[in-house]
């Protein structure tokens, strides 16, 4: 975290190589998980989403696991290939991955708990960039795994509905993650930027959470997941803020129309 993280004396100076190296894996791993979910889920998506890639006959089954096994060990070996931590992590995560789309996300708490702790683990996978960093910081993978169990929680309604409950406690779990993550910046001396950036934030995923709450419909649901996860981006824009970076976090307001764009031909929940 640029100016926040304190790096320990002789952890020596990081690469482009690793940071390449980084980029990679987590969207190996990330693509490999997605890869994963859409085959374990055939059945289920051969009655309700008979639009996607395997239920529909575009690509077999067994060529979409093959696939993605593939990402998901060349995510691995890519982690790996920068630090024997990272690449301890990115398996952490790939044996995460497959225990959530086998198993945990067909249970209303560990779903999103696994859910969760796949992004908190996705966030230490950048931290080991330095790997000498994580002993003293990982608790700041407290803040994805609130804020992807809320997500993760809502989008259980995504096909039925759902009951207001998960909502009220999706926008609790939502603030608890914007406060957590200021209150790291204003230890540090950082305020104002940290407020802006969380104001921008809840008011891009308030909304459509409020319009969901009120009316717990399908599609509602939907659009408050998909601003949840291209919300990450806003979060994002928060933590860097509060660096010696913090032009780039106005940088990153720009991937947000990007990404909207993209979600018209990208499926983002």
């Known amino acids: 975290m640029a100016t926040m993280l304190t790096t320990p004396s ?11 190296l980084l980029l990679l894996s987590s969207v190996f791993l990330y693509a490999g998980g997605i890869s ?21 006959g575009s690509i077999s089954i067994r060529k979409a696991a093959l696939f993605a096994g593939i990402l998901l060990a060349l995510g691995i070996l890519l982690a790996l290939c920068h630090h024997p931590l990272s690449g301890l992590l990115a398996l952490s995560i790939s044996i995460l991955s497959l ?7 067909h ?9 969760g702790i796949l992004r908190g683990l996705n966030l230490l996978l950048g931290l080991s960039f330095v790997p000498g960093i994580i002993v003293d ?3 700041i993978a407290i803040i994805p795994i609130v804020y992807i169990f809320a997500i993760t929680m809502v989008s259980q309604g995504e096909v039925h509905g759902s009951s207001r409950r998960p909502l009220y406690a999706a926008g609790v779990l939502f603030l608890l993650a914007d406060a957590g993550i200021m209150l790291i910046g204003w230890s540090n001396g950082k305020i104002w930027l940290p407020i802006l950036f969380t104001g921008i934030h809840l008011l891009y995923i ?13 599609g509602h649901i939907r659009r408050t997941v998909m601003h949840g996860v291209l919300g990450i981006i806003l979060l994002d824009g928060i933590w860097v803020s509060m660096t010696g970076y913090w032009l780039l976090a106005f940088v990153l307001l720009l991937l947000i129309p990007l990404s909207q764009k993209l979600s018209r031909y990208f499926s983002v929940t």
């Open 137 to 139: 910081n990982y608790k």
């Open 99 to 105: 225990v959530y789309n086998k198993w945990s996300k």
């Open 10 to 20: 002789g952890s020596g100076a990081p690469s482009i190589t690793g940071f390449i």
């Open 206 to 218: 308030i909304p459509p959470l409020y319009k969901a709450i009120q009316e717990p419909s399908p």
């Open 36 to 56: 994963l979910n859409d085959v374990l889920d055939y059945k289920l998506d051969l009655m309700e989403r008979p639009e996607r890639p395997i239920p529909s």
């Open 107 to 115: 249970h209303a708490f560990t779903g999103p708990l696994n859910m």
